[in-house]
């Protein structure tokens, strides 16, 4: 089972970035799937959740209304969609399988001007 993120990065506050996780191993889509993340100095906090064939899905109420999180089961993929970035988004970016208990390793997403 391994997930891999990308598509971290340093983007000016009100911009968007797009986030992926690829997953391999596993029956992706028969699986909810998470995303967290954790600023430097804090706690963990968990930022979006879908359910298997996107049925349902959650978000922290930091990022409501400005993020979106995805799937495409036919190629085993995560996403999330972030827009209108704020400095507080700043954080390692986690996947995670929360079922198989598997994380991947983190993307670096960076809010600055």
């Known amino acids: 089972v391994q997930l891999v993120e990308s598509g971290g990065g340093l983007v000016q506050p009100g911009g968007s970035l797009r986030l992926s996780c690829e997953a391999s191993g596993f029956a992706f889509s028969m699986f909810t799937m998470r995303w967290h993340r954790q600023a430097p100095g804090k706690e963990r906090e968990l930022v979006a959740v879908?359910?298997?064939?996107?049925?349902?899905?959650h978000y922290g109420d930091s990022v409501k209304g400005r993020f979106t999180i995805s799937r495409d089961d036919a190629i085993n993929t995560l996403y999330l969609l972030m827009n209108n970035l704020k400095p507080e988004d700043t954080a390692v970016y986690y996947c995670e399988v929360p079922t198989l208990s598997t994380w991947g390793q983190g993307t670096q997403v960076t809010v600055s001007s």
């Open positions: 879908i359910t298997p064939t996107s049925d349902s899905t």
